[in-house]
Each structure stands twice: as C-alpha cells, then as structure tokens.
C-alpha cells in the first residue's frame, strides 16, 4: 500500500483516479488545485503525487517546483491533456516519473503506471540505504593475524562476479564480510540486499526471493517484485541457506543454473543481473551427508568458499573492535561515549565469546546502559558462563543439547530468536529441538 495523493480541478477525473487506486489497496487524498494539493503535502508524506499541469491558483509545475524541496523521494506522475505532450517532457525534467494523457483509457493503465513508479522508487530507496549503511559498517579484520588471509581472500574474489559461500560460527561477522565484497566489487554502486532464510517463514520465503503474480494465493491483490529482482545490478546476500527445505532447494539451484526464474503463479521468465553471497552457520557437507542438504546446490553455492574465524581465535581484534562497538552504541543509544577499565578491558579479552562479534556487541550495548554513558567496569559486564567440563563428563548428548538449549534460553530473557544466534543454529532448527526434548 502507498500514500497517493491525486491532484485535479476535474472532481470527475480525481474521483476516477482514486477509484482505481484504492481498489488496488492504496490510500489516496484528493486535492480540488495545486495550493491544496501543496498544504496537504506540508501535513504529511507521501509516496506518489498525480497532478493535472492546469489547474487554478497553481498549475502542476509550480506544484513540483515547490514539493521537491519539501519531499525530494516523492515520484512524481503527471497528467496532460491530448496534444500538450511538450508540457510533459517538461515535468519530466524536473523530475516527473511519467505521464498519463487525458482521457485516460482505462483504470488498469493508471494501476500500471503507479506500480512502475512505486517500483522506481522502492530501487531508490534500496540504493540509498546501501549507501548509507557503507558508513556505518563495523570493519571486518582489526590486524588480527587469522584474518589476514580471508580479507586477501575477499579482496581477490570480490574482482569477479564469482559466488561466494560464507562459513563459519553465528555471530562472526558473515553479513559485513558480504558487505565488503560489495563494497569492493565493480557493483558497489548497485543495491546490497539481504535475505535471512531463518528468519522467514516457510510459506513466505519463495514470495519473499521470487515475488508473486496478482492472485497466486490469498492475499496477494497485486503483483510484487521479489527481493531477488530488486537487487538487479548489486549484490543478492542469502543467509542462513542451510535452513531452505529441499523444494526450495531445487528452485534456487535452477536461478543460480539458469540465472532466471518465475513469479509465484507466473509464467513469464525473468532474469536479474545479481552476484551471489550465501552464508551458513552449520555444516553444509554434513547435511549432504544426511540429506536435508542438496550436493549439486552445495556445490554450485561454495564455487569460492571462505570460513571466517571465530572471535576467540582472533583476539587481537576484541580490543579494537570492542571500541568500534562502543562508539556505535553510543550513538545509537544518544549516550556519552563511555571509557572501560583496564580489568573489564582484560575481561573482554580473554573470554571465550561463544556468540562471537554479535555477543560482544550485546555486551557492550548493555554495559554502556548499565554504566549511565560513565566509565564501564567489570561489574557492568554480562558475560556467559563456560559451560561445567564435569558436567559435561557426565551426562548425555540429549541432555548436555537439552541443557544447553534452556541455558541459552534462560540468559537471552526467553527471546527465541537471541538462544538460536547465540547457540549457532537456525530459528526453525532450534524450534524443531524444542519439540524433540519437550521445552516449553
């Protein structure tokens, strides 16, 4: 659903046009001239304006001339009267997305050119947020010797157009790897987008990567562009692939074979220029090995693979990266950035960080809470405890996976989502695991 607002002295024609676009599920306000038009636009945003080039008080150009200012991602579509086609190219200059002319033919030809608008303006806002997010990214290696190899490794792969397979524990930092390789790749200026397997619901993920034709199940009233789609020139990230169930398995294999693919209830054949990044956080061949794994999309996918260290492996890099994530949270949370002492310094630098850089991160952000912005101490500090060797001695597999599972469930506040992460398992696997051994 967008924001519309549709501007026309015609009552007639605004009616029409609302019409149309509310049946297809937008909100649409209407404007009897361009000065309404504009004092609406100054109480709220919206996502497209339809405007009429004459009309009383201030014509359409004006109306543009002024918006664009105030609302500078507003797309734009004008209406113009048979034969005034040059008043069009104008709008279009000033950055108009398109034209309808009067009398327009039918309320599927005013659908269309909404979605096409709505579509240019959903890819703008993917490119935007990619480029802002390449500020804001924690950086991938601080020194640390273990790291010296992947970052090479990266850099050399991120040249080509090669997929790429992340491996490697939850929480290592996969996503900003696949940052990088975007950042450094000739499709930097393209959109980056991330599709986490895990966090979708089954039903959801083959609309969510392919996108679906108006009427392919209940509820899909139009058609949508999958994220796959979107990424068109940039860069297509798949976490989580080890969580996809086998039918969706075969699907993805036939994009990366034949580099196209069909809408949900489609026909029509699509391609998209996109360059592959998977991750996994469990063991790939040993899923193979077991079945609920395909070797020919394996293989397809791990074309060049790179594991990525855990964090306690490459402690030189805590130190920096804990101040990195200290001055993100800082500004975040809109807190005086904090110093930490020396002991919770040392602290930080021998633990064992069994989530990794996303536990650390978590630690941090709640140290800086807990301390009020001040100096963060030991005490400020929530770390896990090292799972109990004798413990382990002692019981059985079943029940150190029973006890391990309510323990990180216990100490993420019984967020599913945070044990899963930091128990280095998909969302739906650790479901399935609480079924199996009866955890409420």
């Not at 850099?155 to 996503?175: F, I, M, N, Y």
């Not at 990195?324 to 064992?352: F, I």
């Not at 799972?387 to 002692?394: G, I, L, T």
């Not at 019984?414 to 930091?422: L, V």
Request: net charge negative; glycine share 8%.
């Amino acid at each position: 659903m967008a924001r519309i607002l549709v501007a026309d002295d015609e009552e007639g024609v605004r009616s029409y046009i609302a019409e149309a676009l509310e049946l297809a599920g937008h909100e649409v306000t209407q404007a009897e001239n361009g000065e309404a038009a504009l004092r609406l636009a100054s109480e709220k945003a919206f996502d497209l304006l339809i405007t009429d080039l004459r009309m009383p008080r201030l014509d359409g150009m004006a109306l543009i001339r002024s918006l664009r200012p105030q609302q500078p991602e507003l797309e734009v579509v004008v209406l113009t009267a048979h034969g005034a086609v040059d008043s069009a190219v104008e709008a279009m200059k000033l950055g108009a997305f398109d034209y309808l002319q009067k009398p327009i033919d039918s309320p599927a030809q005013i659908r269309l050119i909404v979605e096409r608008a709505l579509e240019r303006r959903q890819l703008l806002t993917l490119r935007e947020q990619t480029a802002r997010e390449k500020g804001d990214e924690i950086a991938l290696a601080y020194g640390d010797a273990a790291m010296a190899a992947v970052v090479d490794a990266l850099r050399k792969v991120s040249a080509t157009d090669a997929t790429v397979l992340l491996v490697g524990e939850s929480g290592t930092g996969k996503e900003i790897a696949a940052r990088s390789i975007h950042r450094w790749s000739r499709r930097a200026e393209g959109p980056f987008v991330a599709v986490n397997c895990a966090a979708l619901a089954e039903t959801l993920i083959e609309s969510e990567l392919f996108g679906h034709e108006k009427g392919s199940f209940t509820g899909a009233t139009e058609r949508r562009r999958g994220r796959i789609e979107l990424a068109d020139g940039g860069t297509f990230f798949l976490d989580e692939v080890a969580e996809l169930k086998p039918p969706l398995q075969a699907k993805l294999l036939r994009v990366l074979e034949e580099r196209s693919f069909e809408r949900v209830g489609g026909a029509r054949n699509i391609t998209a220029n996109v360059r592959w990044i998977a991750a996994a956080n469990r063991d790939l061949p040993e899923m193979i090995k077991e079945g609920s794994f395909r070797a020919d999309l394996y293989h397809r996918l791990a074309a060049f693979p790179v594991k990525l260290p855990p964090l306690r492996q490459r402690r030189a890099d805590i130190a920096p990266l804990t101040d990195a994530l200290l001055h993100r949270a800082s500004a975040n949370l809109g807190v005086p950035r904090a110093e930490l002492t020396e002991e919770a310094r040392a602290l930080l630098s021998n633990a064992e960080w069994p989530g990794n850089i996303r536990e650390l991160a978590n630690v941090i952000e709640r140290a800086l809470i807990l301390s009020g912005g001040g100096v963060i101490g030991a005490e400020h500090l929530t770390l896990e405890p090292e799972p109990s060797s004798s413990a382990a001695a002692a019981g059985t597999l079943a029940a150190l996976e029973r006890e391990a599972i309510e323990r990180a469930l216990q100490n993420a506040g019984g967020n599913r989502r945070i044990a899963a992460e930091r128990l280095g398992i998909g969302l739906r696997t650790l479901y399935e695991k609480l079924k199996r051994y009866g955890v409420d």
